[in-house]
C-alpha cells in the first residue's frame, strides 16, 4: 500500500486515507470532527466583511470550531455553514446572518493537526497495552469553568496583581471560592477552575480592570466564546 503524503491542507478525503493507513480503522468527516480536528474552508476577501480580512486581502483560511457549526458538518449536512469563525488576527468574529456557506469540498485539515491526532492515538494505545489509565480529551471546552492557563492568557495582562500567585493552590481570589468553581479544587488543586464571568466582574469591582478592556476579553480568547451569552446578560443587568 502507498503511503500518500499529506499535503499542508489536506481535503476530507486525503485526510481520511492518511488517517485509515496510520490507525488501521476507518475514518471519516464525522470522526475526525469528534476526534478534536478542526477544519477550514479558504475565504475569499470579501469586502461586505473588511474588518474580518484586515490585510489579507486575498483571503486567508477560515477555521471552523463553534459547535454548533462543527455539530451539523458531524451530522451529515451537505453542505458547510459558518456562523463564527476567527479574523485573519484570529480573534473570533460572529457573521452576520446566515453566515457563509461553502460546498463540502473545500473542507480541508491541515497536516499539523493531523499529525498530531495520530501521535496522541499511538501514545494512547501503547499505554493502554501497558495498562495504564488513558486520559479522555474533550474536544469543546468544559461548560464548568476555564483552567489557570486559560485565565492567565485572557486575563493577566489586565491586572498589575501577580494574577498566576492569586490563583496558585486553587484560590478563588476574592474570598473564600470566589470566581473558583465549588468543589473544582476539592481533590486536586491544580484541577480547579474558575468561572470566567464571574471573575471578570471581580476584576473590575475590585482591581479597576475597565470594562472595555474585559469586552476585548470575551470577544478575542474562543475558549470564552461559550461564556459570551452569560457575560453579555450579566452587563445588561448591571447596565454596563
Not at 73 to 96: F, H, M, P, R
Request: overall charge neutral; hydrophobic content about 40%; charged content about 25%.
Amino acid at each position: 500500500m502507498t503511503i500518500i503524503e499529506l499535503p499542508f491542507r489536506a481535503t476530507t478525503a486525503q485526510a481520511c486515507h492518511w488517517l485509515a493507513q496510520q490507525t488501521g480503522t476507518p475514518w471519516t468527516l464525522a470522526r475526525m470532527i469528534e476526534s478534536g480536528l478542526i477544519p477550514y474552508v479558504w475565504l475569499d476577501y470579501d469586502a461586505d466583511y473588511p474588518e474580518l480580512f484586515g490585510d489579507a486581502n486575498g483571503g486567508y483560511a477560515a477555521p471552523i470550531f463553534f459547535e454548533g457549526d462543527t455539530r451539523r458538518l458531524a451530522a451529515g449536512s451537505e453542505d458547510v455553514l459558518i456562523t463564527i469563525t476567527k479574523d485573519v488576527y484570529k480573534i473570533v468574529a460572529q457573521l452576520k446572518p446566515p453566515g457563509f456557506r461553502r460546498s463540502l469540498d473545500e473542507l480541508r485539515f491541515l497536516k499539523k493537526d493531523l499529525e498530531r491526532l495520530v501521535s496522541k492515538l499511538k501514545r494512547d494505545a501503547e499505554r493502554e497495552a501497558e495498562g495504564e489509565p488513558v486520559s479522555i480529551e474533550v474536544a469543546k471546552e468544559s461548560q464548568n469553568g476555564i483552567s489557570k492557563d486559560q485565565v492567565l492568557i485572557a486575563f493577566s495582562s489586565l491586572v498589575k496583581i501577580d494574577l498566576e500567585q492569586a490563583l496558585s493552590g486553587g484560590g478563588g481570589i476574592f474570598g473564600d471560592d470566589g470566581a473558583r468553581v465549588k468543589g473544582s479544587a476539592k481533590k486536586v488543586k491544580n484541577k480547579a477552575v474558575w468561572n470566567p464571568v464571574t471573575l471578570a466582574l471581580g476584576l473590575n469591582d475590585v482591581y479597576r480592570v475597565p470594562m472595555s478592556h474585559l469586552k476585548r476579553a470575551f470577544n478575542t480568547h474562543d475558549f470564552l466564546y461559550a461564556w459570551t451569552t452569560e457575560w453579555n446578560h450579566s452587563l445588561e443587568l448591571l447596565g454596563k
